[in-house]
């Protein structure tokens, strides 16, 4: 059975840090392509970070650039996003998500390319 299973989220102060983790089983490991998408209420789930397994090229969306790390460690068959300076609008439900096997796609943020989801992690950052 395919799976993907969030971890490490919580509760923080701005200016902290978390680190989440995303436990794969059932699936060819590593996807092609493996993401970190985010939700906060009544928004849209939009894309935070990406990796393209293979290369090891990642990508950020722009409100986090330079603050959250995706990184991925393919012997535990498990991607993590370190998470720091972290800001009240940082807030959010954090999925793990990934591609089928052989697909590749081009772009990262849409996620109708993701067939594989967890079901999330909560992260609350209080000002």
């Known amino acids: 059975q395919v799976q993907l299973v969030e971890s490490g989220g919580g509760s923080v102060q701005a200016g902290g840090s978390l680190r989440l983790s995303c436990a794969a089983s059932g699936i060819p490991y590593p996807p092609c392509l493996m993401a970190w998408f985010r939700q906060a209420t009544v928004k849209v789930r939009e894309g935070v970070a990406a990796v393209y397994t293979s290369t090891g090229k990642e990508y950020y969306a722009e409100s986090v650039k330079g603050r959250f790390t995706i990184s991925q460690d393919n012997a535990k068959n498990t991607l993590y996003l370190q998470m720091d300076s972290l800001k009240p609008e940082d807030t959010a439900k954090y999925y793990c998500?990934?591609?089928?096997?052989?697909?590749?796609?081009?772009?990262?943020?849409?996620?109708?390319?993701?067939?594989?989801w967890g079901k999330g992690t909560l992260v609350t950052v209080s000002s």
């Open positions: 998500a990934a591609t089928r096997p052989n697909l590749c796609p081009s772009s990262w943020v849409l996620p109708d390319v993701y067939d594989t």
